[in-house]
C-alpha cells in the first residue's frame, strides 16, 4: 500500500456537529485575526499562513480523534516499541512495513504545521521550542485520544509527530536565514 492509498483510506467523514464546531472555531479565527491585522500586529502573509496553521491544526484533530469512533481505552508507554516489531520483524516472512508507513507517516503529519508556525510569526523559531510547541501539540491529540476513547495513547506517536513538527521548523528556518543572506 503506497502513501497515496493509506492517506485516501484514512481520510476521515466529519459529522454534523464536527463540522459546525470548525466552522465556529474558524470564525472565530477570522474576528481575532482581523483584529490583529487591523492593529498593524500581523500582516496579510502572517494572516493567511495563520489561517493555513489553523485549517491544517483542525484537519489533525478532526482525522486523529473526532472521527473515530469511541472504544477501549489503550496505552501503550514503551519509548519505540514501535521500531523494535519493525526490527525484529524483519528477518520473518511478514516484515511490518504497514507499522514502518504509520511511523513515516506521523512524521509527515505534524511538518507542515512546523512549516506554517515561523510564517506565521514572522520569523524564525528557535528548534527547541519548536520542539515543544511540536509536543505539546502532539501530546494533545494523544491525551483527547486517551480520554475519549477514540485511539490508542502512543508514545511513539508523540516522538515522531514532534520530529515532523521540528524538521519542518528546521527546513523553514533554513529557508529564511538563505532569504536573508540573498
Request: glycine share 4%.
Amino acid at each position: 500500500m503506497d502513501i497515496y492509498q493509506t492517506v485516501i483510506s484514512h481520510y476521515p467523514h466529519w459529522s454534523k456537529i464536527e463540522l459546525i464546531a470548525v466552522v465556529i472555531v474558524m470564525i472565530i479565527s477570522f474576528i481575532i485575526l482581523d483584529r490583529f491585522y487591523k492593529k498593524d500586529k500581523i500582516n496579510k502573509i502572517q494572516m493567511f499562513f495563520c489561517i493555513l496553521f489553523i485549517i491544517y491544526l483542525l484537519h489533525v484533530y478532526g482525522s486523529t480523534v473526532f472521527s473515530r469512533l469511541p472504544s477501549k481505552r489503550i496505552c501503550k508507554l514503551e519509548v519505540f516499541w514501535s521500531w523494535k516489531e519493525i526490527l525484529n520483524s524483519m528477518n520473518t516472512t511478514y516484515p511490518k512495513y504497514e507499522l514502518f508507513l504509520e511511523n513515516i507517516l506521523n512524521v509527515i503529519m505534524l511538518l507542515p504545521l512546523g512549516i506554517f508556525l515561523p510564517l506565521v510569526y514572522g520569523k524564525k523559531i528557535n528548534w527547541k521550542v519548536g520542539l515543544l510547541i511540536g509536543f505539546c501539540i502532539s501530546f494533545s491529540i494523544e491525551l483527547m485520544q486517551l480520554v475519549l476513547c477514540r485511539g490508542m495513547f502512543d508514545v511513539d506517536d508523540i516522538i515522531h509527530n514532534s520530529l515532523g513538527f521540528l524538521i519542518g521548523i528546521v527546513i523553514i528556518n533554513k529557508v529564511v536565514l538563505m532569504n536573508k543572506i540573498s
